[in-house]
């Protein structure tokens, strides 16, 4: 199974491509709807409602007047904490138990209205975010929702900023103009992207890679995707993971790199490594099979695990580190010589385009290759401590 979560500001138009994955075969999980469905007319979270804030929230027939429960809940802190409590609890019931009906190999869309505000991407596998020029929802809103104009920049400016939002999404989806246009995104990505993401992730098969070495501009993007890598490394890992680390090429600004996102958790020892690992599949990682190993300034082997991208859009190793080897260390220093001395990163970057550009044969020549230059780095490092 693939969790996908699904959010936007209010505007945006997340309802179209919630709509269009659903068609293609998505098992959507609706929050608006399941928030509708625990307070239904009978149900315990109706009654703790009315008992909480008063009869005045109900309805003539009975149902909950939301205008009413919000002039009330809404007032301060303390009241708006006093319904989460009572919502969020049966909300999560309810969405857990309709990720658990979903077959093991759906993909699951989670539409979530308030998904960067309440801090929940490292819950996904992946995260799509809906986006639209703020007065283009703000006339979607008066038009579509007979909102006023003031009423419907005050709802926006209540939720997270464009900013915010970008920095929880793997995959942007612009909603400003045709229709058509977010229709035909939705359905390569989900050709593209999704399918294959879930197809790997269940089959524990890592995407595909070029064969050969790329060496790619350096992207300003590389950070905040290493950001949301590792949000989910640490919520797989949790308390065994001692750290975890953005490291390798993509860590140094402004150095060219292969467009591979390196990150690396450092754990008790190996055992822990192998089950860290495995569990990294809840994060859209999957592990590597066999032996893996750094290679130590003696020539020996420092063993870890290691787990790869199964999504085919965003290539990741995730190097898991027992915490007796110096291996992480050094991935550190390294990083932290190269961020620290600019003239260092540019001889580093002509290196790694001159050996990308020899037929040298494979990735782990290329690598070989560059070995006396990390180690002059290291050692560079260790004469400055």
């Known amino acids: 199974m693939l969790r996908v979560g699904l959010t936007g500001g209010i505007g945006a138009g997340k309802s179209t491509v919630s709509a269009e994955l659903a068609g293609l075969g998505a098992v959507v999980v609706d929050a608006d709807r399941l928030a509708r469905r625990a307070v239904e007319p009978g149900t315990p979270g109706l009654a ?26 809404f007032t301060d802190d303390t009241s ?26 759906a993909v699951v869309v989670h539409d979530v209205a308030l998904l960067a505000e309440n801090g929940l ?22 038009a579509d929702r007979g909102m006023a104009d003031d009423e419907a920049r ?27 246009v977010v229709v035909d995104v939705v359905r390569r990505l989900w050709r593209d992207r999704l399918l294959p993401f879930e197809a790997n992730l269940r089959t524990g098969r890592h995407a595909p890679r070029p064969q050969h070495v790329v060496i790619a501009d350096a992207d300003p993007a590389w950070p905040a995707q290493a950001e949301r890598i590792m949000a989910r490394v640490r919520r797989a890992a949790g308390d065994r993971a001692l750290r975890v680390d953005h490291i390798g090429s993509t860590s140094v600004p402004g150095l060219a ?20 690992a495995e569990d990294l599949r809840d994060a859209g990682l999957v592990r590597r099979e066999g032996e893996w190993w750094d290679s130590a300034e003696d020539g020996g082997r420092l063993l870890k695990a290691m787990a790869m991208n199964a999504d085919p859009g965003r ?30 990163a540019a001889e580093y970057e002509r290196l790694k385009r001159r050996l990308a550009s020899e037929p040298h044969g494979s990735i782990d020549a290329y690598a070989e290759a560059k070995t006396p230059f990390v180690r002059r780095v290291l050692a560079g490092a260790d004469r400055e401590e």
């Open 48 to 73: 703790e409602v009315a008992d909480a804030f008063g009869s005045g929230v109900l309805a003539a027939d009975g149902s909950l007047d939301r205008a009413a429960l919000a002039r009330v809940a």
């Open 154 to 180: 005050a709802r926006m400016a209540a939720q997270a900023d464009d900013g915010q939002r970008a920095a929880v999404a793997d995959v942007l989806l612009d909603n400003g103009g045709d229709r058509d």
């Open 315 to 344: 290539p990741v190793n995730c190097h898991v580190r027992p915490e007796a080897s110096p291996a992480w260390r050094e991935a550190l220093a390294l990083r932290d010589r190269l961020r620290a001395d600019p003239a260092l």
């Open 80 to 105: 708006r904490r006093r319904l989460n409590g009572i919502l969020h609890p049966r909300i999560a019931e309810l969405t857990a138990r309709e990720f658990a009906a979903a077959a093991p190999d």
């Open 121 to 142: 991407a490292p819950n996904y596998q992946l995260v799509l975010v809906v986006t639209a020029p703020p007065e283009e929802r703000v006339r979607r809103l008066v």
């Open 257 to 276: 790199a292969k467009d591979v996102i390196d990150v690396q958790v450092v754990v008790p020892d190996l055992e822990v490594a192998g089950r860290v």
